[in-house]
């Protein structure tokens, strides 16, 4: 009993993971810039996601453009978009999966079939971990990168005016 237990409990998390992974996929806080002005009247503060980029005014207005190109975008955003919807599949199959291969269904046959179905339903919750790693890692290798020399070049301009 405590193994369906168990199970259940390793489910739920399994849930909050695929609930993460669309929302994560979906909003647009993959990069977020905030400029304040010259006065907080002017304070702008810049989201860039996968699929918009939306811009939040000091007076509480917004506005949102979607990103409706996909040639357009850089080749690690497009990346990053596809490993994204491929772990949202591979989630949704392994919730399937894992709904059958669970004990405390009547789904799936019996006992040694459930065991092999849980089994898949693990694999592909790990592809689906693999595939949303390697697109976050990816974008924002690309975005810390794009800081780095940013910082590293006023730095370096900085050293070259006090001589």
């Avoid at 909050?16 to 647009?28: H, K, S």
Wanted: hydrophobic share 50%.
């Amino acid at each position: 009993m405590a193994s369906a237990a168990l199970q259940f409990f390793a489910f739920v998390l399994a849930l909050f993971g695929v609930f993460g992974a669309i929302a994560a996929t979906l909003l647009p806080n993959w990069k977020v810039n905030a400029d304040m002005g010259s006065n907080i009247i002017t304070a702008i503060t810049q989201m860039q996601g996968l699929w918009m980029d939306c811009t939040w005014y000091s007076t509480g207005m917004f506005s949102c453009t979607l990103k409706y190109s996909i040639l357009s975008l850089p080749v690690y955003i497009q990346a990053a978009r596809t490993t994204m919807i491929l772990s949202c599949i591979l989630s949704i199959f392994g919730i399937c999966i894992a709904t059958v291969g669970m004990k405390c269904t009547l789904l799936g046959g019996d006992r040694e079939t459930k065991n092999h179905t849980s089994v898949a339903g693990g694999v592909f919750f790990i592809l689906a971990g693999i595939s949303d790693l390697a697109g976050n890692s990816k974008l924002f290798y690309n975005y810390f990168a794009s800081i780095s020399l940013a910082s590293l070049n006023l730095f370096l301009v900085s050293i070259c005016k006090k001589q």
